[in-house]
């Protein structure tokens, strides 16, 4: 079993920063693929970015590609997410997931999920 929980959201205006976190938990092999993921109101949910925790090059939706940064650091077992430059678009609950997949890019399925933490940019 996997636990995960996120911190770090908040409110900010438009092209300001915010560092999401995720304490994880449970077995390594079971998250050894993580990764973000954000819902706006009235929208499908979308994978934000991924990395394997072993090395590898991340994955970023388009719209953040240059703007927001993942990192894993496994002697804390935690993800973090640095978001710069953020938009109104942006605005969303963001969510910590975890996977077993060695395939890991932001359509690849997620098994355990956190309780989510709310971001919300204003213009």
């Known amino acids: 079993q996997v636990q995960l929980v996120e911190s770090g959201g908040g409110s900010v205006q438009a092209g300001g920063s915010l560092r999401l976190s995720c304490a994880a938990s449970?077995?390594?092999?079971?998250?050894?693929?993580m990764g973000w993921f954000r819902q706006a109101p009235g929208k499908e949910r979308e994978g934000v970015a991924t990395?394997?925790?072993?090395?590898?090059?991340?994955d970023y939706l388009d719209s953040v590609k240059g703007r927001f940064t993942i990192a894993q650091d496994n002697a804390k077992n935690t993800l973090y997410l640095q978001m710069n430059s953020l938009k109104p678009e942006d605005t969303a609950m963001y969510y910590c997931?975890?996977?077993?997949?060695?395939?890991?890019?932001?359509?690849?399925?997620?098994?355990?999920w956190g309780q989510g933490t709310q971001v919300t940019v204003s213009s």
């Open positions: 997931a975890a996977s077993s997949s060695p395939y890991c890019r932001i359509d690849t399925p997620f098994d355990y």
């Open positions: 990395i394997f925790i072993y090395g590898g090059t991340p």
């Open positions: 449970g077995y390594t092999y079971s998250r050894r693929c």
